[in-house]
């Protein structure tokens, strides 16, 4: 059964990113994607936000090309996905970074494998370890940051392989609450600058209310799209501002109502 | 004060003392006739460095152990390492080694003479018998436990199976390995006195027998101590440079 | 690895390698290299010997001896390094290295001292068992949580309850592995110790079928030591496992 989702705004961008009923079992029978079929607008951050069990994470690793879709296809700018590709970028949850490699290194390393010459992607690294606010700390390892700056490593290590569409894997829940706040603060200015497409797995609803421009919620069993949601939010007053926003209070709200009976 | 007294350096060398001061008074008693004190020991030894006999004997231990070493340890990572990628030779290789591990290789030594007779092939194939497994099953098991979303990440970007072993895997598995490395050269130490001592005396095994023959027990004493005094500093040295070839991260291994 | 499908376990590689001994053996390419087949049926032959019981019997029974002293010595040495910071920096350079020094260096000294008897290899055994012993109990008590010792004290615990009934069981893993470990190595003492003294046990068997050229003896021997050397790590391994359990969460 495929599960069309609703679309509200009337001038849709065009899609980056198009996922159509894509149905994932893993070894073992168990299910977690069924024909799911969701489409991702250019340009935009979109949230899949949902309980654990939902199929979130394994439909991202899918769009990244790290998992195989037992049946359906996914199209990237209109391009199949047959597996990993320079238009997609990857932000871990655990950060993934080379506990033996320099910051620098490990931010330039998407463009080492690529093959591009050290100077010219030191540079490059160099430009997005400043982007992410880490300028001065190129030459430290990871053992010597704190949860928070390891995070802006793997981000600057995405952005800096130019690609279009961003996969973000829970990639703050990682950090403290404190610094989390930051981020998300920090993450629309990213937004705004790069014009670049996220996915944004997360199952934080204020989170995915605060940097979204539009929530696909989903719910397990089956996993499927039950709404998706665009929040109708003004990001330009200050960031304090929007968590007090009765509108942000109230999609927040609306969510949780909707996910509550989905908490285990 | 009392900072002084606990302090690592203190403590360390008053063990020291402690150690080598109750040698020298069972020595004194004598416990035994066998047993010389440690003066008599430290003299004997002084007198052996002077003279060149110790010199002029280790590099025949030194032959089997170092080629025997080399040869484990080359071997032994690369076993190990294509092990942990492939399926198919984990399934033959790894219950090899998993048994030779706990067994008391030592025994096969008998064996390896009566193959090879008592010349210096018996002497590395020992030290290599030794070493490997050990170093075979820490290769393996560090490349199996390379961190999978590492993996994932330098797929994600597209890495190619060469770069990912080169690049991420091998680092990763890196400090394991050394481990390895370190426990193979304490075997193969092992692997090469006892060659000595059963198969045919030379080097320092000579000394100690032909010492021990001749009731000089300073004497034989003294090369023992310098053996287990070089064992310890070789393989010392080996983890001190860890993290010059391998991990910069990794300062101290321990 | 699968075969059509079927999952095949790991060990079952082994009776592929029994199956290429026996080709290499009956093909005679090696001297080193009996047929298998023969071997096996040399080990039945010898094992219910008088002369194999003997030897398995001084073996065991140094084997047992020496690591029952080095477990008796190693572990409250071990915890004593653990809870004390004098202990601690005084013997950790001597358990360190003794750890990876080549002890066989030694034997001699003892041969010298204790003669050529099961004492010998008594004291080869508890020296090859007890640094382990004592490095892994002290892992062990060092493990153990200031939470779970400040609860002791919040609780009034004697220092006799609070060991027995607190320290030994936050420490059990590590002991066991400790032990684990060292029962390998005192295997591995226990015949290097009959090979250089030679004239008991399993060291006098091996001298006597190298004497004679008994190759299939010789390696009916050495099944047999491996067999056991195994058993007793697997058995040593599968106790640790059960009380693995709650060694990852202690913290």
């Known amino acids: 059964m495929s599960s069309i989702a609703e679309a509200v705004s009337m001038d849709t961008p065009p899609i980056a990113v198009s996922v159509n009923d894509v149905t994932k079992i893993y070894p073992g029978g168990v299910e977690a994607l069924n024909d799911m079929t969701i489409q991702f607008p250019k340009g935009e951050l979109t949230s899949l936000l949902g309980p654990s069990g939902c199929g979130k994470t394994t439909l991202l690793k899918i769009i990244a090309g790290l998992l195989e879709p037992t049946s359906g296809t996914v199209t990237v700018n209109d391009v199949p996905v047959t597996g990993p590709g320079k238009e997609r970028a990857f932000v871990f949850q655990d950060f993934a970074l080379m506990p033996w490699a320099s910051v620098m290194r490990n931010a330039a390393f998407g463009l080492e494998l690529q093959g591009v010459a050290k100077s010219e992607r030191h540079a490059i690294a160099e430009k997005y370890i400043e982007a992410v606010g880490l300028k001065g700390c190129e030459h430290l390892y990871p053992h010597e940051l704190s949860g928070g700056m390891r995070q802006r490593v793997g981000l600057a290590r995405a952005l800096a392989v130019n690609a279009e569409v961003l996969l973000m894997d829970e990639p703050f829940s990682a950090v403290d609450e404190q610094t989390r706040r930051k981020f998300q603060e920090d993450l629309l200015d990213v937004i705004k600058e790069e014009g670049k497409t996220f996915i944004f797995v997360t199952h934080s609803i204020e989170e995915a209310v605060y940097v979204s421009h539009s929530i696909a919620l989903l719910l397990p069993r089956p996993s499927r799209v039950s709404e998706i949601i665009r929040p109708d939010i003004d990001r330009d007053i200050s960031p304090d501002a929007i968590r007090r926003d009765p509108v942000y209070l109230d999609i927040v709200e609306r969510i949780w109502q909707g996910l509550r009976t989905y908490v285990e | 004060m009392y900072s002084f007294i606990i302090h690592p350096l203190t403590l360390r060398f008053l063990s020291v003392v402690i150690a080598f001061g109750t040698w020298e008074y069972l020595g004194r008693i004598p416990i035994s006739p066998a047993f010389p004190t440690f003066l008599e020991t430290m003299s004997a030894l002084g007198g052996m460095l002077a003279d060149g006999s110790m010199a002029a004997v280790y590099p025949a231990t030194f032959q089997p152990l170092l080629i025997g070493l080399i040869i484990s340890s080359v071997l032994g990572i690369a076993c190990g390492v294509f092990m942990g990628l492939n399926a198919k030779a984990e399934w033959f290789g790894a219950p090899v080694f998993i048994v030779l591990q706990s067994a008391p290789l030592a025994a096969l030594i008998p064996l390896l003479t009566f193959a090879y007779g008592i010349g210096l092939t018996s002497k590395i194939l020992t030290v290599s018998i030794m070493a490997m497994p050990v170093i075979v099953l820490n290769a393996y098991t560090a490349v199996r436990h390379t961190p999978t979303s590492m993996i994932e990440m330098g797929t994600s970007y597209l890495g190619s199976p060469r770069q990912i072993i080169l690049k991420i895997i091998i680092p990763s598995a890196s400090p394991v390995i050394y481990a390895g490395l370190r426990l193979g050269a304490a075997m193969g130490f092992i692997g090469a006195i006892l060659a000595e001592l059963l198969i045919t005396p030379t080097g320092i095994g000579d000394l100690i027998t032909y010492n021990q023959s001749i009731a000089e027990y300073d004497k034989m004493y003294a090369a023992i101590f310098s053996i287990m005094v070089f064992a310890v500093i070789f393989i010392e040295i080996l983890e001190r440079t860890e993290y010059i070839f391998f991990r910069p991260d990794k300062r101290v291994s321990q | ?251």
């Open chain 3, 1 to 251: 690895m699968k075969l059509f499908g079927v999952k095949i376990p790991m060990m079952a590689s082994l009776i592929i390698w029994a199956i290429v001994w026996e080709v290499v053996g009956q093909l005679e390419l090696s001297i080193l290299l009996p047929p298998f087949s023969h071997i096996i049926v040399r080990l039945f032959e010898i094992v219910p010997t008088m002369v194999f019981f003997n030897a398995f019997m001084i073996t065991a029974k140094c084997f047992l001896i020496g690591t029952a002293i080095a477990i008796v010595l190693g572990i409250p040495i071990g915890v004593l390094m653990g809870r004390s910071i004098v202990a601690d920096r005084m013997l950790l350079p001597w358990v360190n290295m003794f750890l990876s020094a080549p002890l066989t260096a030694l034997v001699p000294v003892l041969m010298t001292l204790f003669g050529f008897g099961t004492k010998t290899i008594i004291l080869t055994t508890v020296l090859f068992a007890i640094w382990i012993i004592v490095l892994d109990a002290r892992a062990g008590v060092k493990n153990i949580t200031p939470s779970l010792i400040d609860m002791a004290k919040s609780f009034q615990a004697s220092y006799w309850q609070a060991f027995t009934q607190i320290y030994v069981w936050a420490a059990l893993p590590e002991i066991l592995a400790g032990i684990r470990l060292g029962c390998i190595r005192s295997i591995k003492g226990v015949i290097i110790g009959q090979l250089l003294v030679s004239v008991v046990g399993f060291g006098r068997l091996f001298e006597l079928y190298s004497s004679n050229f008994l190759m299939e003896h010789m390696w009916a021997l050495l099944f047999v030591l491996f067999f056991f050397a195994f058993l007793i790590a697997e058995g040593l391994g599968m106790l640790e496992r059960k009380f693995e359990y709650y060694a990852a969460s202690r913290n």
